[in-house]
Structures are given as structure tokens and as C-alpha cells.
């Protein structure tokens, strides 16, 4: 939810938040677009993907608020795991991260959707709570759970792991499109918001993203730098997850976490103490809603394929396609899409 300072504003951010119209693909069109795409390319295998997600995956700023009773001295706004506390429970989240014995250690989740000239990156970032130190908005401007993120396009170009030339992000319910500062990506049905700055990671150039605190929606550091010294800087790793050791810490790991994995996000979709409608987090504080990456929507970007809620998973080559111009060779043939069931 948007964090707005007038109970008029609360509305507008209410309303945004709750997609009305999610992309559900048939097995026809899902079917019919594999045909095509298996002619011409075959899919990389799973451990390509999980060595391209890693690859690709942002060093992230996250901003901390120490204010208000609710912000845990600044621990409600650490990336976690959506089951930190050893459940798939969403509704005991608000309380159980305000435990000592859950410390927040950082998990990014990734999913990989190829065509045969890209590939299309999710990274999702979970918190438990969405958080105010306004107190007569706790009920309105709060909810239990948020997971916002962006979607990474990497051009194929001959390399192992391709080029990224851009990324959309979510911000609520808004999504921001910035691009590489190398790319020829231009302005399309939505103009570019920026150019993403990188930094150079264990011989690795990657894009900064960051997230504000209490609300966690998610730009280019080089549009969304934490306010004052209190923040956390996150490294991307397979293997190791990390919990800052103070809000000043700017060398904590997230673990990179398959939503395709067994018993991950999407298998566990159905599970109606994680999901609402499959696709919404289950909540036992707040008004808002948090949404999964296949209902993630821009509220106002248009209703074409690609621009509905969830078309950043389902479709991603659509939405690239509307939000900029430059691509180039630009296939939105699939042979890899587990969204859409092309596996």
C-alpha cells in the first residue's frame, strides 16, 4: 500500500492495490504458443536458470525506519522468507517476525521465463509487515505481508548469461520501467522513468534496486536512495542467507529461492492459509493486500495482454513490448514458461 500522510489519500492506495482482473491463460493459448516456440529453440536447463537469476540479481538497498512501535526498531522493514517462521501461515506473520527467535534472514525470490531472443528475470522481496508510525492509520495504511520486485530483461547476445537492458519494477500498485545505461531500450507505451546505476559485486556489474521502508515499494537506487544512514545493503548468493546484524549493515546475503522450487510460492498457491484466490496473501491485520508476482498490475497502464494483473509472470514479453521501444530482435514466442505451463 502507499504510504499517504491524509486519510483522503488512503482510498486511491486501497482501491489500487486490489487487482480486479487477472490474467488466466488457457492450455489452447498456452499450447499454441509452445508449438511455435519449440521449432526454433529448445530450453536451457534448470540449472542454467538458477546460474542466470544469480547472475542478474540486483544488489539491494533496503531503507529502515527506527520510528513508531510498529517498525520494530527497524526490523520490519528487513527482507525475509515468507515462511521465516516455519510456516506457510500468512495471518501469524505480523506477530511471529516481532519475536527475538526470528531474526529476518534474507531471501529473494526469482523466477525465469525464456523466449527464444530473452530471458525475463522476477525478483520478489517478502516483508512481513507493511507499516506506519502514523498511529490513526494503523487500520487503514497498514496490512500483514508485502512482496514487491521487478522484472529484469536480458537480451540474449551470444554470452553465457546474456545483457541485461532493463527492468520494470513494482511500486505498489505502479509500475516504474528503467533501463541500462548501454541499452537502446526508449520510450514505449510508457516512458522510461531512469537509468539504473550498478555496482560491481565479486567481479560481477549488477543493477541497484531499492526499496523505501514501511511501504517497500521498489525502484532504481538512482531514483529511490535511502533517506539518513540507515539502511541495508543486500549481495544476491545460492547459497547463504544472512540477517543484518544492525540497521547500518551493508554486507548481508539473500538467498535466491526458486518460486518453482518443490513446495515453493506457486506449488503452495492453493494453500488457502498462504493464499487468498490463490493469489493474494492471507492477512489478519490491515486493509490492504498483498499481492503474489502473477497478480502483481500497474492499475492504470491499459488492459492488453501482457498489461492486465499478472501479466509481469504470465506474459512478460508482452508487457516489455508495450513499455518500451528499441528492443530490437524482440520474440514473444515462449520456450520456457512455467506460468503458462510450457516446461
Known sequence: MKKLLFLTGWLIAFAGCQPT????????????????????????????????????????????????????????????????????????NWNNIARGNYPG?????????????????????????????????????????????????????????????????????????????????TNGREDIDGTFTTQNHNGVQRFKTAQEAKGHGLKAHSKLKPGGDDYVVYYPSQTTSESPS????????????????????????????????????QKSVGRGTANAPWNWDDGNDGGDLGLLAGGMAYYPAELVDQYFNGLGNFSKQYVYNPYLGIE
Open 21 to 92: 482482473s487477472t490474467v488466466e491463460p488457457s492450455s489452447q493459448t498456452a499450447s499454441k504458443n509452445h508449438s511455435k516456440a519449440s521449432a526454433q529453440s529448445q530450453r536451457q536447463s534448470n540449472d542454467f536458470y538458477a546460474n542466470l537469476a544469480f547472475r542478474h540479481a540486483p544488489v539491494h538497498y533496503q531503507d529502515v525506519d527506527r520510528t513508531g512501535s510498529h517498525g520494530l526498531s527497524g526490523k520490519a522493514d528487513y527482507i525475509t522468507a515468507v515462511d521465516f517462521d516455519g510456516d506457510l501461515n500468512a495471518k501469524n
Open 105 to 185: 534472514k534474507a531471501v529473494g525470490y526469482y523466477s525465469v521465463v525464456e523466449t527464444t531472443t530473452h530471458y525475463f528475470i522476477i525478483y520478489a522481496f517478502f516483508h512481513p509487515r507493511d507499516w506506519t508510525d502514523v498511529f490513526f492509520l494503523y487500520y487503514f495504511d497498514e496490512h500483514e505481508n508485502d512482496l514487491e520486485g521487478l522484472l529484469t530483461i536480458v537480451r540474449k547476445d551470444g554470452s553465457t548469461y546474456g545483457r541485461a537492458e532493463g527492468a520494470i519494477t513494482v511500486f505498489h500498485n505502479d509500475f516504474y520501467s528503467f533501463k541500462a545505461a548501454a541499452s537502446s531500450l
Open 246 to 281: 544492525n540497521i547500518y549493515d551493508r554486507n548481508v546475503k539473500y538467498k535466491l529461492v526458486n518460486i518453482f522450487a518443490n513446495g515453493g510460492l506457486w506449488q503452495s498457491r492453493f494453500n488457502t492459509q498462504l493464499f487468498k484466490n490463490a493469489k493474494q496473501f
